[in-house]
């Protein structure tokens, strides 16, 4: 029987997910035409790239371990703090126990197209999830921080089950009774269920701006998201402010 041919392999190897690479790897290990030997070390990279994730993960998860008598642990983060358009959106995730989810880390930390994985995926793994939106007018009328901490309540409030325990990206949330929190410092690069969080707060938050952009052109909002880029400063001077923009953030620009 004539033996499968290199085209053949890269065909298989390019089907691969992660999971995958050490059988392929092992299948063709002993195979030396160099085009298969390239394939194997790279099946192996991955691999080893993949452990490293488990690993990593496994680390992701100890606050959730370490409160694992709670029954629904809730990870909750903000996106928007900073901009100068938009609002200020908040994630609340609450994660299966023995949840398999990779890759979760600071949405900040992602690109664009890991992101929008992780959402989809994040989605359908969580037991529950919820969003909550504040509007530049209300950020204007009660500061930002007190924005935040509304959005925070709104996606709190949309969980069902509800949580018995929240792990907070560095703060204490007021409003919230005797809901235990506890507050994590860098808490979305440490705790799996607050990066999932970030990641959907984000993810939903950049979209929005995207269909800013469509209604406001000139300031670029799909790109910098309403964040104090050059050419949203120059386009703000030019062209003045929209209806979506932070008065509180920009009297220095108009």
Sequence with gaps: MDKISVSEIKNEYAALNDEGCISFAEKYRHDERPGVVSLVKRADKRHDAL????????????????????????GIDEVGRGPFAGPVVAGAVILPKNCSLLYLNDSK????????ELFDMIINEAVSYGLGQVS?????????????????????SKLDPAPDLLLNDAVNIPGLGDLKQVPIIKGDTLSASIAAASIIAKVTRDRLMVEYDSIYPGYGFAKNKGYGSADHIKALKELGPTPIHRRSFIHNYI
Aim: aromatic content about 12%.
């Design 109 to 116: 930390q992602l690109s664009e197209k890991k992101r929008e």
């Design 136 to 156: 530049n007018e209300r950020i204007d009328e009660v500061n930002i921080l007190n924005a935040t901490y509304e959005a925070m309540r709104q996606a709190i």
């Design 51 to 74: 452990l490293a994730e488990k690993a990593r993960m496994k680390k992701m998860f100890e606050f959730e371990e370490k409160y694992s008598a709670f029954s629904y642990i809730c």
